[in-house]
């Protein structure tokens, strides 16, 4: 809805996932540090070996490939367009977020950014 154009998430950097939930229409990934990422537009996760996942919270993936971004810290992001944003994990995942929708937001992130 907004875009990525622009965004700073540099206070999740280092910050270790302690949970990856599933909620109606959400995808929860929570970090140590009381900091959180709740999506709920498209998402991808990829590793080495290719795309693990592609999904959308409002269609529940009964063999969801998230929770292997368990205990690994956020080492870095890209933005590789104002409509993506990529989330690089220290086990070498990447977990992208797409803004692909120009009626709902797709992710919020703590503290108060609304993409």
């Not at 063999?63 to 944003?85: E, G, N």
């Not at 070498?92 to 709902?104: H, N, P, R, V």
Request: negative net charge.
């Amino acid at each position: 809805m907004y875009k990525f154009t622009d965004l700073n998430i540099d206070h999740l950097l280092n910050a270790e996932v302690s949970e990856v939930a599933y909620a109606m229409y959400n995808l929860a990934v929570r970090f140590h540090n009381n900091q959180w990422i709740n999506i709920t537009g498209r998402y991808r996760l990829e590793s080495n070996k290719g795309v693990l996942e592609e999904g959308n919270p409002e269609k529940h993936n009964p063999t969801t490939c998230v929770h292997q971004i368990l205990d690994s810290k956020l080492t870095s992001y890209s933005i590789p367009s104002a409509a993506q944003l990529s989330l690089q994990f220290s086990n070498g995942m990447t977990l992208s977020i797409f803004d692909d929708s120009d009626m709902y937001e797709c992710c919020s992130i703590s503290p108060n950014i609304y993409i």
